[in-house]
T-cell receptor, first 111, second 111 residues
Framework: KAGVTQTPRYLIKTRGQQVTLSCSPI?????VSWYQQTPGQGLQFLFE???????NKGNFPGRFSGRQFSNSRSEMNVSTLELGDSALYLC??????????FGPGTRLTVL | GEDVEQSLFLSVREGDSSVINCTYT??????LYWYKQEPGAGLQLLTY?????DMKQDQRLTVLLNKKDKHLSLRIADTQTGDSAIYFC???????????FGAGTRLAVHP
């Protein structure tokens, strides 16, 4: 069974631009969560989707948004990028909530 | 409140056992996890334990849970150089469908 895939793996943007990251969960998994990892703040929860519905959202500004499609694939969008948005963005998929499997991440650099 | 704490660094000799400790604060946590992260990679799920268990063993890995003290530990037997990585402890709050991570423990294995 294929694992969680994230695209792109690396991204360089400039301040003020917007970016869209994609996550394909493990086949059959309906829950997708997003996390931001930075050296200063560590791993922080962004949001979680289940069957196209956002069930929970972390403490991030409205510039961070996401959605989930009917095939469970998810995208997250960050608008008006700031230097502090530079991070590794990780996606996790789960079927029952107990086993959360992570993808390799997308490393975003904002210049 | 939600808080997970880990020591930041552990150095062991190859062949010895490693013990990584973690404390958490949310008594409603349903599952507690250990993840491994190697440089430039995502998070690899090592093992997890349900909150009503005391111990779980999986090959070289042993997880001990003291629910009264909210203390979790991961023991790696016969530690190898390939075990060098950052290990994250995380609690899963089912009501919010999210993982709360510790800051990670960097394990260095030397000959």
């Amino acid at each position: 069974k294929a694992g969680v895939t994230q695209t792109p793996r690396y991204l360089i943007k400039t301040r003020g631009q917007q970016v869209t990251l994609s996550c394909s969960p493990i086949s059959g998994h309906r829950s997708v969560s997003w996390y931001q990892q930075t050296p200063g703040q560590g791993l922080q929860f962004l949001f979680e989707y289940f069957s196209e519905t956002q069930r929970n959202k972390g403490n991030f500004p409205g510039r961070f948004s996401g959605r989930q499609f009917s095939n469970s694939r998810s995208e997250m969008n960050v608008s008006t990028l700031e230097l502090g948005d530079s991070a590794l963005y990780l996606c996790a998929s789960s079927s029952q909530g107990n086993e959360q499997f992570f993808g390799p991440g997308t490393r975003l650099t904002v210049l | 409140g939600e808080d997970v704490e880990q020591s930041l660094f552990l150095s062991v000799r190859e062949g010895d056992s490693s013990v990584i400790n973690c404390t958490y604060t949310d008594s409603s946590s349903t599952y507690l996890y250990w993840y491994k992260q190697e440089p430039g990679a995502g998070l690899q799920l090592l093992t997890y334990i349900f909150s009503n268990m005391d111990m779980k063993q999986d090959q070289r890995l042993t997880v001990l849970l003291n629910k009264k003290d909210k203390h979790l530990s991961l023991r790696i037997a016969d530690t190898q150089t390939g075990d060098s990585a950052i290990y994250f402890c995380a609690e899963f709050t089912g009501g919010y469908n999210k993982l709360i991570f510790g800051a990670g423990t960097r394990l260095a294995v030397h000959p």
